[in-house]
Every structure is written in structure tokens, then in C-alpha cells.
T-cell receptor
Framework: KAGVTQTPRYLIKTRGQQVTLSCSPI?????VSWYQQTPGQGLQFLFE???????NKGNFPGRFSGRQFSNSRSEMNVSTLELGDSALYLC????????????FGQGTRLTVV | QKEVEQNSGPLSVPEGAIASLNCTYS??????FFWYRQYSGKSPELIMF????GDKEDGRFTAQLNKASQYVSLLIRDSQPSDSATYLC????????????FGKGTKLTVNP
């Protein structure tokens, strides 16, 4: 059974640019959650999508957005990048959402210069 | 009070010892609790989950849950150098809709 796939693995962007990250969940999983991980803040919840609907959102500015497609694949977009957006972005796939086991992809390492 | 709290460590134990990792959470309504292991430069890996009060054992790992005290722990018996990693506690919190919230993790080092 294939795991969670995130692309790309690494990205370098310039301040002010925008970026789109992709996540393909485990087959049959309908929930995809996104997290930002930095050394100082740990894993912070961005948002969760379930069956193409955003079910929950963390405390991030509106520059961070996402969507989910009918095949459960999800994308996350960050507009007007800031240096502080440099982080490891992780997506987690689960069958039903936050109360069930979640499995992470390898992450996308974003560096903003 | 932070939603999910862990001692940041580092926690250092000798090989063969029992490592004890602790986590407290703020939401009395939480029903689902998870432990993840994260090696340096890697993504978190689910190692245990527990939903009911008491102990749950899986190999060398035991998760313990006490909902009355809002406390969950992970014991690693016969610790090995390969267990050296950061251990993340995650709890499902409610606030209109549920979300999985992580503690900042405890870094464990097992010394040969």
C-alpha cells in the first residue's frame, strides 16, 4: 500500500513569490491535514480537508490556503512569501480525520531567501 | 496553559534502561492520543495510539492514559541506540471541530 506522497521535496523561493505544495494521501483516506514544522515552534496545524471541504483551520494568516480534489489529493498555497515561512511542511493522511491514526508524508522543505 | 505539553528534554538513558516520556493536555474532552517518533531530518512516524484509560502495550512500547489527570505517557523498555529520536505526543482537541495538536516533543538519547 503506497504511503503519503508530497511533492516537491525541496523548494527555494524568493520573498514575495508564491508557492504550491502537493500531497497525495494513502489510497482510501479522505482526510488530509497540513502542518508547518520549525525548530522553535514545533508542529503547527495549518488546516484539514475532508471530502473536498475545509473542516478546520489553524491560526495562520490568509496567505496560507489549501484545497482538496475529488481524488483526495490536496494542495497548499502560500502567497507573498516571507522569510519566516521557511519551514518543513508536512501533510498527514487519515481515514476519518483527527480522531483516527494519521500518517505523514516526507514533507516539503521550503526555504525563502 | 498550552494545549499539549511535553518536557523538551533532552532525556538521556543508558542502553537497556526504561525511557519514560510524559505529556499533559488541556482539553478534558479529548478522546484520541498518539505518539510519534521523529528522527532528525525525517517526518514523524506513528508508533502508538491509545483511546481508553489504562495501558496499551506493543512490543517494547507501552502507552499509558489517565484521562482524569489529563496525562498520557510512553514507556520504552530495553531502550536501544536506535530509539534515539524526538518523540511527539499528539492529542485530538475539540473546539467546534476536532483537530490533532502536537506537543513540541521530547528529544531522547539512548547511550550505548
Amino acid at each position: 500500500k503506497a504511503g503519503v506522497t508530497q511533492t516537491p521535496r525541496y523548494l527555494i523561493k524568493t520573498r514575495g513569490q508564491q508557492v504550491t505544495l502537493s500531497c497525495s494521501p494513502i489510497s482510501g483516506h479522505r482526510s488530509v491535514s497540513w502542518y508547518q514544522q520549525t525548530p522553535g515552534q514545533g508542529l503547527q496545524f495549518l488546516f484539514e480537508y475532508f471530502s473536498e471541504t475545509q473542516r478546520n483551520k489553524g491560526n495562520f494568516p490568509g496567505r496560507f490556503s489549501g484545497r482538496q480534489f475529488s481524488n483526495s489529493r490536496s494542495e497548499m498555497n502560500v502567497s507573498t512569501l516571507e522569510l519566516g515561512d521557511s519551514a518543513l511542511y508536512l501533510c498527514a493522511s487519515s481515514g476519518q480525520g483527527a480522531s483516527t491514526e494519521a500518517f505523514f508524508g516526507q514533507g516539503t522543505r521550503l526555504t525563502v531567501v | 496553559q498550552k494545549e499539549v505539553e511535553q518536557n523538551s528534554g533532552p532525556l538521556s538513558v543508558p542502553e537497556g534502561a526504561i525511557a519514560s516520556l510524559n505529556c499533559t493536555y488541556s482539553d478534558r474532552g479529548s478522546q484520541s492520543f498518539f505518539w510519534y517518533r521523529q528522527y532528525s531530518g525525517k517526518s514523524p512516524e506513528l508508533i502508538m495510539f491509545i483511546y481508553s484509560n489504562g495501558d496499551k502495550e506493543d512490543g517494547r512500547f507501552t502507552a499509558q492514559l489517565n484521562k482524569a489527570s489529563q496525562y498520557v505517557s510512553l514507556l520504552i523498555r530495553d531502550s536501544q541506540p536506535s530509539d534515539s529520536a524526538t518523540y511527539l505526543c499528539a492529542v485530538t482537541l475539540w473546539g467546534g471541530s476536532e483537530k490533532l495538536v502536537f506537543g513540541k516533543g521530547t528529544k531522547l538519547t539512548v547511550n550505548p
